[in-house]
Each structure stands twice: as structure tokens, then as C-alpha cells.
């Protein structure tokens, strides 16, 4: 089971509910955190950058594109495909795209 979650305006996260892991998204550089929440559940050491976890980082990435196409969230987000990160000034936020604003 998955959980889509946006912990600010900008950071996304998506949590596997059988493994616990948890992926983050960090749209101001696209940066990417994973951390396993019964190991780790104060979220202090990020595994994303650690090979033995590059499958659970690609996984829960895919989770978290399907779920930014759900919100349509366009191009400035996904593109092919692929998670990207805004290159200007997007709305972000808990709602988007229905109640979110734009940042200025």
C-alpha cells in the first residue's frame, strides 16, 4: 500500500506502507532522500545515495511521478516520464493544483 504525502511546499514524499520506506523529492534542487522509517523513524540517516538501495529509490520515485501525473501537474514537473525539478517558479503546495498558489 502507498501513501503520497507533501511534508512543505517543497518536498513530496511517498511512504511504501509494507516496507516503510520512505522517498523524498526536494523540488527547490531536485535532491532525493529515502530513509527507512523502522530503522530510522527520526528520518537522520538518508539511504538514497546508497547503492543497495538504488532499487527502492527508483521504485518509489515511479510512485511518486504516477501520483504528480494524477495531480496534473504538466511538464514543469514530469517530463518523459522523469521527475524533474521547476526551473522557475511553480505552485507548490499540500492541494495542488486545485487550492495551491503561485509563490512569488
Sequence with gaps: SWRA???SVDRSAVVDGESLLKYVF????GSEELFDL????KETINL????????????LRAALVKQY????????WVQMGKLVWPR????????YPSQSRTRR
Design 26 to 29: 526536494n523540488a527547490q534542487d
Design 48 to 59: 538514497a545515495t546508497k547503492p543497495a538501495h538504488s532499487r527502492s529509490v527508483a521504485r
Design 88 to 95: 522557475r517558479r511553480q505552485a507548490t503546495g499540500q492541494n
Design 69 to 76: 501525473q494524477r495531480e496534473g501537474r504538466g511538464e514543469g
Design 38 to 41: 523502522r530503522a530510522d523513524p
Design 5 to 7: 504525502l507533501v511534508s
